[in-house]
């Protein structure tokens, strides 16, 4: 079944186009996840970022951030969408909240970045 959101479809598409051109399976990995159905997406709690990232590290999470559990590392995250109160405990940490495409344009090879579902 194809996405019916043409922002999402024009992300999986790029993703697709970036990855192959740049040799970044991470970003291959990334559109595949987005192209599944939505309530298969992933939801990913401030409090696993906390737990398995890296200080000044990007996070990719191919879904929504949720703001259960507590953060303090500096960390650039990366998602189709943030809750508000996870974009705020992240920004209080230091960190960054941006989305995929922003990932995509600051890093095109997609090296140091860790997938989180």
């Known amino acids: 079944m194809r996405k019916s959101n043409p922002n999402l479809v024009t992300l999986i ?9 740049n040799e970044a399976p991470v970003w291959k990995e990334v559109a595949e996840r987005l192209a ?3 309530r298969l ?13 890296k200080p000044n590290e990007y996070v990719v999470v191919p879904g929504k951030v949720l703001g259960s559990g507590s953060i303090t590392k500096p ?3 990366a998602a189709l969408s943030f809750s ?5 405990k992240i920004r209080e940490a230091g960190g960054v ?6 990932l995509l344009k ?11 579902v």
């Open 36 to 38: 599944k159905p939505r």
């Open 13 to 21: 598409d790029v993703l697709l186009s970036e990855s192959a051109k």
């Open 97 to 102: 909240c941006m989305k995929i495409e922003e």
């Open 106 to 116: 600051e890093n095109p090879k997609g090296s140091g970045v860790r997938l989180m």
């Open 84 to 88: 508000e109160k996870a974009a705020s």
């Open 75 to 77: 960390v650039k995250v």
């Open 41 to 53: 997406q992933a939801e990913v709690n401030v409090s696993k970022i906390e737990k398995y990232a």
